[in-house]
């Protein structure tokens, strides 16, 4: 699966918590566009799903097979 992106990020075995933390620094610097995450920490299927909904970002689409995730940050508006 492929789905346009901006930027990569292999964020590798970071545990969700740390992971979170990182990714949402990241998704501020870039509103309105598309972040590949890369991600092994076995609670991240749950997690950056959970993640999006709770933030606004949007997860366009995940592959478990790759352990990747498309998530476009939301535009610039009231802090996270």
Not at 33 to 56: E, S
Not at 61 to 74: E, F, H, L, P
Request: aromatic fraction near 4%; include cysteine.
């Amino acid at each position: 699966m492929s789905v346009p992106h901006d930027e990569l990020w292999d964020a590798g075995d970071i545990s969700c918590g740390d992971l979170v933390l990182l990714l949402r620094q990241k998704l501020r610097s870039m509103p309105g566009r598309t972040l590949k995450v890369i991600a092994r920490d076995p609670g991240a299927p749950a997690d950056l799903p959970a993640f999006c909904r709770m933030t606004g970002d949007k997860l366009l689409a995940q592959d478990q097979a790759s352990q990747s995730y498309w998530i476009q940050s939301r535009d610039n508006g009231p802090a996270r």
